[in-house]
């Protein structure tokens, strides 16, 4: 009941109730669930009731819930202070950590949110070629900048229109919207407009639409076009980074981007994003060229100390190694027990992301998404939330797990999917 009411009372003051669309479970129905408290694999709700986690706030949590490590460096730097709006050493500190272990990283930019990130990376590569054109891919998503709430244009290579209210239709006109893992659009694209094309963002692996994989031959084609006509190549790993490996994907499928954007793991849940890459391009920011950029909490010293406590851990001996093993565990176990149940389902994971689908075989594009049943995956939500089993609560996302993830909770997970498969 408490759930309720307080989503009733949020209801009235918050609009949808939630400070972030996906939290409202428009698409999965029902209430959200209002969280009180978390540690390691486990939330506990307003009414007491334990939940395994798998949406680890939609990624940051790789090390758990309240690893005592970060929530001790977090105490610490709070009680020095909460922000200066001046530089830090703790920024050099996480700056020089990203530039170690993102191998395309020269130079970085902390700011405090993936989408500024991204806003940054597009005004970025705008600002360096002189060029409009941006393309992105659709099913990608990278946070709610004008230039990136843009859908697919009527014809494949038409400019994009704006996907949200608010949108200037002459903004999106600039975006370029093509499909996921079909390099030859990309080649078409460049070969129609090679000269104005300012940048390629994509999201290496893509999590927004729920999990899929980059095809064979699809990244390097990215990568040699934009070579070949000076566009910027930006790698969102907002998502993707230190999930797909310790280096992000750029480390595990051996591309190096021009730019890349950070952000979820390298704050451990408090608001830090960053953009970085190629100190040709990084030296075109404020104060040292002509690319405005700033924020007032830029590098926040409790936010860093986070992220730095929270890096720390991640690259502990076997950190991804150990994590990639308990993901892959609940994956196949997922689909031997939707096998059992004859169900048509299909699951796969990179590192510690995961995708679940409705589906004979996982979806290898945008359109094979679609083709997923949604209603199906809505009632197994449910059931498996019932059970104490806290999935993302919609079909077209991601899920997370951590390393504070263990055989137990695998175990705990596959029983409470046994009889969600047979009922939902
Ligand atoms: P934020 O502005 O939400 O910090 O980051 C935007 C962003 C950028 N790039 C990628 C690849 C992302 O996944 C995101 C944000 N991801 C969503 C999860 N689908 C955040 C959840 C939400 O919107 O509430």
């Given at each position: 009941m408490k759930n309720e009411t307080l989503f009733e009372r949020a209801q009235r003051i918050i609009p949808g109730g939630v400070n972030s669309p996906v939290r409202a479970f428009r698409a999965v129905g029902g209430a959200p669930v209002f969280f009180e408290r978390a540690a390691g694999p486990h939330l506990w709700d307003a009414e007491g009731r334990r939940y395994i986690d798998y949406v680890g706030s939609w990624g940051p949590m790789v090390a758990g819930h309240t690893h005592p490590e970060v929530v001790a460096a977090v105490q610490a730097a709070a009680a020095r202070a909460l922000s200066f709006g001046a530089p830090t050493q703790g920024e050099i500190e996480l700056a020089e950590t990203l530039c170690r272990l993102v191998p395309s990283l020269e130079m970085v930019r902390l700011v405090s949110s993936g989408t500024e990130a991204t806003m940054t990376a597009i005004r970025l590569a705008r600002g360096f070629t002189g060029r409009d054109v941006i393309i992105k891919f659709e099913g990608c998503y990278h946070g709610h900048a004008d230039s990136l709430l843009v859908k697919a244009g009527s014809g494949a290579l038409t400019f994009g229109n704006p996907s949200s209210a608010g949108v200037p239709a002459d903004t999106a006109a600039h975006t370029l919207v093509l499909d996921f893992n079909d390099p030859s659009k990309v080649k078409k694209a460049f070969a129609e407009k090679g000269n104005e094309i300012a940048g390629v963002i994509v999201e290496?692996?893509?999590?927004?639409?729920n999990l899929v994989l980059p095809a064979a031959g699809f990244l390097e084609t990215l990568r040699e076009e934009c070579t070949r006509h000076g566009a910027v190549l930006i790698f969102d790993e907002v998502m993707t980074g230190f999930r797909v490996a310790l280096g992000g994907a750029q480390a595990r499928f051996g591309i190096r981007p021009d730019l890349t954007t950070l952000g979820k793991v390298i704050g451990g849940g408090l608001p830090v994003g960053a953009v970085g890459g190629r100190r040709d391009i990084m030296k075109k920011i404020a104060p040292l060229g002509p690319v405005y950029q700033a924020g007032t909490l830029s590098g926040n010293p409790v936010a860093v100390a986070a992220g730095l406590a929270t890096l720390k851990l991640v690259e502990a001996p076997r950190f991804h190694e150990k994590v990639e093993a308990t993901t892959r565990a609940l994956v196949e176990g997922l689909a031997k027990e939707a096998k059992s149940a004859g169900a048509i389902f299909s699951a796969q994971s990179i590192g510690s992301m995961f995708g679940v689908y409705f589906r004979a075989a996982p979806p290898r594009s945008f359109a094979e998404v679609m083709q997923c049943d949604r209603d199906r995956f809505n009632r197994f939500f449910h059931e498996m939330l019932k059970r104490g089993v806290y999935l993302a609560p919609s079909a077209y996302e991601a899920g997370f797990v951590s390393a504070a993830h263990g055989a137990a909770e695998i175990d705990e997970t596959l029983r409470a999917a046994r009889e969600a498969f047979s009922v939902a």
């Open positions: 290496p692996v893509a999590g927004n639409m």
